[in-house]
């Protein structure tokens, strides 16, 4: 079945300590990427987005998302994680000629202690 | 204020009552779509549009009405009201030049949600 996976439900990561949040995916095709985050009571912001080409991606906060094939994967990392960072994390995956559907992932929580 | 709104932020209700949620947008982006979000499974489309009269079903659309007359509103109804649609409802748009070629997926702008409780 197509999906999206992202294996850590919750993390927890230290001030200042890098981070990386994992996305897999399965699809037949190479998918358009998404990370969007959501802090508490808010609507989700897109962070970064891979459509083509370079498979290292930067997005705002200081976020970076690298594209790899060959695992179907789509990895956020941070390498210095602020305490501002801990909020919600979501892949979603956009198909080729599937109209105007996103596939997300069930999400990623990131706690950031001092 | 410019954006996505959505209300009301919280919304307590009972089952068999019908509910309505509004989305707001005031880009004129061409898209505009509900999901809802689900503890253990991510956000899932309900319905999505187009353009001002055109609306199609997403992943769970049975339960759930739709319309929009007018660009910038996309209300969602839920005609009568039922415990498993207690959920976070996001409302998203996305202007039709972030399409993204050939596939037809948009990169999309969340309103900040509207919380719904079914007693």
């Known amino acids: 079945a197509q999906s999206v996976t992202q294996p850590d439900i919750h993390i927890t990561v230290s001030e200042g300590a890098s981070l990386e949040l994992r996305c897999n995916y399965s699809y037949g095709a190479t998918p358009y990427l998404f990370w969007y985050v959501q802090s508490p009571g808010q609507g989700l912001q897109l962070l970064l987005k891979?459509?083509?080409?370079?498979?290292l991606v930067q997005g705002i906060k200081g976020f970076e998302a690298e594209f790899k094939r060959s695992q179907s994967s789509f990895n956020l990392r941070k390498p210095s994680v602020h305490w501002s960072d801990a909020a919600e994390y979501f892949c979603a995956v956009g198909l080729l000629n599937t109209g105007n559907q996103f596939y997300f992932g069930t999400g990623t929580s990131l706690t950031v202690i001092p | 204020d410019a954006g996505i709104t959505q209300s009301p932020r919280y919304k307590i209700t009972e089952t068999g009552r019908q509910v309505t949620l509004m989305c707001h947008q005031t880009?004129?982006?061409?898209?505009m779509f509900w999901y809802r979000q689900d503890l253990g499974h991510g956000l899932r489309l309900i319905y999505y549009?187009?353009?001002?009269?055109?609306?199609d079903k997403g992943e769970v659309p049975d339960g759930y009405v739709v319309s929009r007359s007018k660009t910038e509103n996309f209300p969602l109804t839920l005609e009568s009201a039922t415990r498993s649609q207690t959920s976070v409802y996001f409302c998203a748009s996305s202007d039709r030049r972030e399409r993204i070629p050939r596939s037809g997926a948009n990169v999309l702008t969340f309103g900040a949600g509207s919380r719904l409780t079914v007693l």
């Open positions: 891979y459509f083509s080409g370079d498979t």
């Open positions: 549009s187009a353009a001002a009269d055109i609306t």
């Open positions: 880009w004129s982006h061409s898209y």
